[in-house]
């Protein structure tokens, strides 16, 4: 990584990555905002946001293309994740998904290959794939997404599903219900999430508490709800942005403490869960 002291968290393997990255879903999708999206998710590389995520699902492919434009220039310094769908995930599918991955990313290897969610697809089948993909070096790592804590008891129970090394899933000030089980099993095993949605698609940022709150910080709502999540061990948060000033405005989040007391008041406003609930998705 070129971003010299950036908040980082530890992967499972040993693997450092920083705790701030980049989304990139929708990218890609309209030609006319393809060069913006370029530049914004090149300054975030140059802040140091060198985490980035995509999925073959995202605009059938679009959206892997961009990134593999965005980043060619300092492929070695992007820690790339990407996913497999699981439509794809039988072994197979999840080889060949990869290679088409690979081919529209213009890389060799994907840093963080994912099981996009939970399909039909036996978790055993999908993980000989990806341990194949290891032996070939066309993938490092790999891991989940949209994984109720049942399901990755469940995983890391069969044969080689311990080496699994985050569960990406919705989280942010609005979507608290991991907090119950799943954030405290994964923190137990000292395996980081990586919270999709941080800022809840947009919709969090015109929300008044927020709205007041970053007013006295001089912040904005989106580095308020983006500082909620930093501020915790164990957490990477993935924000989309496809503008350069809100990928700016995002890195600012890094430089923000929120006292305790407005903790207590976001606490009051955006109570966390007393009781197990089904997983969120988007
Ligand atoms: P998000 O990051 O919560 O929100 C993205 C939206 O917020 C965009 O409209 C963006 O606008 C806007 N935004 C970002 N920063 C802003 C700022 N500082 N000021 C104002 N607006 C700002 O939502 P998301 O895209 O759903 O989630 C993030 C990433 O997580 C995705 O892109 C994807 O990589 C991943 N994800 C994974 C799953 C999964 O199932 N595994 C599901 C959803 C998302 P602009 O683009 O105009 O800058």
Known sequence: MSAP?????????????????????????RSDLKAEEIRALRRGIDLGMTLIDTAEMYGNGAAETLVGTAIQHCRDDVFLVSKVLPSHAHLEGTIAACEASLKRLRTD??????????????????????????????????????????????????????????????????RRGIEFDLL????????????????????????????????????TPAQVALAWLLRQDGIIAIPKAGKQNHVEDNHRALDLALSDDDLAMLDHIFPPPTAPAPLEVL
């Open 109 to 174: 290897r994907i840093d963080l290959y994912l099981l996009h969610w939970r399909g039909h697809v036996s978790i055993v089948e999908t993980i000989d794939a990806f341990n194949q993909l290891v032996d070939a070096g066309k993938i490092l790592h790999w891991g989940v997404s949209n994984l109720a804590q049942n399901d990755m008891q469940e995983l890391v129970n069969v044969p080689g599903g311990s080496a699994v090394q985050t569960n990406q899933v919705l989280y942010n000030l609005s």
């Open 5 to 29: 002291a950036f908040q980082t968290t530890c992967l499972p393997s040993g693997q450092i990555v920083p705790t701030l990255g980049q989304g990139t879903w929708f990218m890609g999708d």
């Open 184 to 219: 405290p099993w994964c923190r137990q095993r000292n395996m980081p999430i990586m919270a999709y949605s941080p800022v809840e698609q947009g919709r969090l940022l015109t929300h008044p508490t927020l709205s007041a709150l970053a007013n006295s910080y001089q912040a």
